[in-house]
């Protein structure tokens, strides 16, 4: 079932055996002379053959970069490792070793023919990645579970496979348990499987493949609600604005709020809180609504820009170079100076905006805050004059000692909040212009000016028709972006709009907060 060490010291690759076996292999006679003289790149080798080379560890072959064939078999080799880089492999034989266990395959996804055959595997796994699989090798193993076969049905185009060899296929029921749990296969141990052999098999497991069938499809329908939950959350990331199409940000404000939470079980405090909640939710969702809107804007105007790009090139290629002469370079300067001032022009139009809809946020903290500081206070004159109505819990009471008690817990409580909006709304800013600034470097960087002394050319390519055609394009994109008052939400004010640089509310808020106590 495996090979023994022999008489041969046990060698790891290294680049001298990898220069050998591809000098051996490479062309011959006068080409090979040829090919040897001035060094063959490891990068250009298509196929690699390593066989009996007594080779205990994988290693060396990152510079195999697009290597389709390797071939490792009959070797000492313990454990697949050492191929991330190869990720162009389609064949790859790694029969006649000691490898026990499948692994260190994640990468390579264009591999359609997998050869294991006589290693000491006992279990058919970490294969997720191999989509394109069509051919298998596990025969002469020591695979013993029938459930390894289930495993296989997510090979869909899977059409060979050999378990000869193993325990598994000395079960009675292991031709006609493979053949009805793997309806695609053609050949099994090297034999094409007729169609009376499947419909044998497919009548004598019908009910357990309609069971698994089932159960299959469950699956695979929470999966794509699960990967379009997932598009749908990066589609939010892309506008800044995840998870606040709900209570989320709300929620966060009282999950570390312990006195917040004591208080919410004052008489009159849950109705409060539930109206709070309401109209906060409603701000949040003002704010996610128009981040989405905003989003769109600002692809379009991106989309606008590479198509003009790309229509640019296509006519620059059409008309030659006998224009060059014309071009001006306050063109290309102008053209990208306008879309740059396009997109910053967005992104703080957007940012000015949600800084907007985030001070009523603090509004409505600092009303409830008001408003449950005044429950409390009414709440510990009761309590003093032995008037409460209703028995308050247990981790309540404590709270209710003295005014100074009762400040502090609402005030924690109340700080809390604000910090939650605030960093909600940092980090909103923050990676709104860090996306700004990146997209406005990379535009400098890709069409470089003249302050780095450089052509408007990208290698031999003229570029001015490209900017040109861009220039009259984004000017009429210009004239589209919508004034600072013509904003989706509702209810703005803009004696509450704040520069980006400018300090936020919440610090002006405890600034006086402060200066009042």
């Known amino acids: 079932m495996h090979r023994l060490y022999n008489s041969l010291e046990p060698r790891v690759m290294d680049e001298d055996m990898l220069k050998l076996a591809v000098g051996e292999q490479g062309p011959q006679e006068e080409a090979g002379q040829l090919a040897r003289q001035e060094g063959i790149l490891f990068k250009d080798v298509l196929s690699l053959r390593l066989d009996f080379q007594n080779i205990l560890r994988i290693d060396s072959l990152w510079e195999f970069e697009n290597l389709t064939k390797l071939q490792l078999d009959n070797n000492i080799i313990e454990k697949i490792e050492g191929l991330e880089q190869l990720v162009h492999l389609v064949w790859l034989d790694l029969s006649f070793n000691n ?74 029921d292991y031709k006609m348990f493979v053949c009805a749990y793997l309806p695609d296969l053609v050949y099994l141990d090297f034999h094409r499987i007729d169609d009376h052999m499947k419909e044998m098999a497919e009548s004598k497991h019908q009910y357990s493949i309609d069971e698994l069938k089932h159960r299959e499809n469950l699956i695979q329908s ?48 849950s109705e409060l809180l539930q109206a709070y909640k309401d109209k906060f939710v409603i701000i949040c969702l003002n704010i996610f609504e128009y981040g989405l809107k905003q989003q769109e804007k600002r692809k379009l105007e991106l989309d606008t820009f590479n198509e003009c790009v790309q229509e640019a090139i296509q006519e620059n290629q ?25 997109i910053i022009d967005l992104v703080a139009l957007f940012i000015e905006n949600v800084q907007s809809l985030m001070a009523q946020c603090r509004d409505l903290e600092n009303h409830h805050h008001e408003k449950l500081l005044e429950i409390s206070i009414n709440t510990l004159e009761k309590i003093l004059k032995g008037d409460v109505d209703e028995d308050l819990p247990d981790d309540l009471r404590p ?57 408007w050319r990208v290698g031999s390519f003229p570029w001015w028709p490209v900017f040109l055609v861009i220039r009259n394009k984004v000017k009429l994109r210009r004239v589209e972006l919508p004034a600072k008052d013509s904003v989706d939400p509702p209810d703005f004010r803009t004696h509450m709009l704040t520069h980006p640089n400018s300090p936020s509310k919440t610090q002006m808020h405890r600034t006086r907060r402060l200066h009042s106590t």
């Open 99 to 172: 490898i026990e266990a499948i692994e260190g395959l994640d990468t390579l996804v264009n591999l359609e023919d997998l050869s294991l055959f006589n290693n000491r595997i006992s279990k058919i796994d970490s294969l997720d990645a191999l989509v394109k699989l069509q051919v298998l090798s596990l025969g002469n193993n020591q695979i013993g579970n029938m459930m390894n076969i289930i495993y296989l049905r997510r090979f869909k185009d899977l059409r060979t496979l050999s378990l000869s060899g193993n325990p598994i296929a000395e079960s009675e």
């Open 222 to 269: 929470r999966l794509e609600d699960e990967q379009a939950q997932q598009e749908e959350l990066e589609k939010h990331k892309a506008a800044f604005v995840e998870h606040l199409n709900g209570s989320f940000l709300f929620d966060s404000m009282y999950t570390e709020d312990v006195e917040g939470n004591k208080l919410a079980y004052l008489p009159g405090v």
């Open 318 to 342: 059409e008309q030659g170079k006998h224009r060059i002469a014309k071009f001006e370079e306050k063109h290309l300067l102008e053209t990208i100076n306008m879309f740059e001032r396009n």
């Open 399 to 455: 709270l209710f000692v003295d005014k100074d008690t009762i400040f502090n817990a609402v005030g924690a409580s109340h700080d809390i909040h604000l910090l939650k909006i605030d960093n909600r709304e940092d980090e909103l800013v923050t990676r709104a212009n860090s996306w700004c600034t990146h997209l406005v470097d990379t535009v400098s960087e890709r069409y470089p000016g003249p302050a780095g002394h450089q052509p």
